[in-house]
């Protein structure tokens, strides 16, 4: 299993970045697919989940109506758009499966998000 995160960066507060996932290893057009994230000092948290098919979608509270977790199955790769970002978005995004009851996790994209 190979998940591969990418498209962080530096965003000013109020501003918009979308974050991406090329996964590989596994059937991903039948697996759920999740974001997690973690701040500096703080625990690593969950941010979105969404269906093998993409017809449904969780999200944390924190992010709710901000944030959208999309998928592409012919493209194996799961997003993340991030909008109206706040400087306590600032967090590595991690892309994560579950599969054959084990987590996978990728090495995870920075998310800055300062003026």
């Known amino acids: 299993v190979q998940l591969v995160e990418s498209g962080g960066g530096l965003v000013q507060p109020g501003g918009s970045l979308r974050v991406s996932c090329a996964a590989s290893g596994f059937p991903f057009s039948s697996s759920a697919m999740n974001w997690y994230r973690q701040a500096p000092g703080k625990e690593r948290e969950w941010v979105a989940t969404?269906?093998?098919?993409?017809?449904?979608?969780n999200y944390a509270r924190s992010i709710e109506g901000r944030f959208t977790i999309s998928r592409d199955n012919a493209k194996n790769t799961v997003y993340l758009q991030m909008n109206s970002l706040k400087p306590e978005d600032t967090a590595v995004y991690y892309c994560?499966?579950?599969?054959?009851?084990?987590?996978?996790w990728g090495k995870g994209t920075l998310v800055t998000v300062s003026s």
């Open positions: 969404i269906t093998s098919t993409g017809s449904n979608a």
């Open positions: 994560n499966v579950m599969r054959w009851n084990q987590n996978y």
